[in-house]
C-alpha cells in the first residue's frame, strides 16, 4: 500500500487549496478513506471520511463548510479542497486509510498512512 500527499503550501487567510492523495497498490475503490491532520505541537486530528464510492461523507465540526472530501476512483485519488483557510488550519495533512468505514479519530481504525503534506496558512 502506498499513500502520497500532494498540494500543500502557503497560503494566505480566506485561500483556498487543494490537497492530492495518490493511492496504489491496493484496491482503492473498496476502501473508505480519510484526511487526518496534525497542528504543531499538538496531537492528531480527523478532518473527514468519504466512502468508497464516494456518496456518503464526514466532517469535523472544525471544518464543516469549508473542506470538501471527494475521490475519483478511476484514478485512485484522493482529494480535499480546503476553502476559507485560517491560521487554525495550519498542520501536517495525513491521507489515511482505515480498515473499517468510517475512521474518524479512532487511530486503531487506521493500517496505512501517507508522509504527510504541510499546509501553512499565514499573512
Known amino acids: 500500500v502506498q499513500l502520497v500527499e500532494s498540494g500543500g503550501g502557503l497560503v494566505q487567510p480566506g485561500g483556498s487549496l487543494r490537497l492530492s492523495c495518490a493511492a496504489s497498490?491496493?484496491?482503492?475503490?473498496?476502501?473508505?478513506m480519510s484526511w487526518v491532520r496534525q497542528a504543531p505541537g499538538k496531537g492528531l486530528e480527523w478532518v473527514s471520511d468519504i466512502s468508497s464510492d464516494g456518496g456518503r461523507t464526514y466532517y469535523a465540526d472544525s471544518v464543516k463548510g469549508r473542506f470538501t472530501i471527494s475521490r475519483d476512483n478511476a484514478k485512485n485519488t484522493l482529494y480535499l479542497q480546503m476553502n476559507s483557510l485560517k491560521p487554525e488550519d495550519t498542520a501536517l495533512y495525513y491521507c489515511?486509510?482505515?480498515?473499517?468505514?468510517?475512521?474518524?479519530?479512532?487511530?486503531?481504525?487506521?493500517?496505512?498512512w501517507g508522509q504527510g503534506t504541510q499546509v501553512t496558512v499565514s499573512s
Open positions: 489515511a486509510r482505515p480498515k473499517k468505514a468510517p475512521g474518524g479519530s479512532n487511530w486503531n481504525l487506521y493500517d496505512y
Open positions: 497498490r491496493f484496491s482503492f475503490s473498496r476502501y473508505y
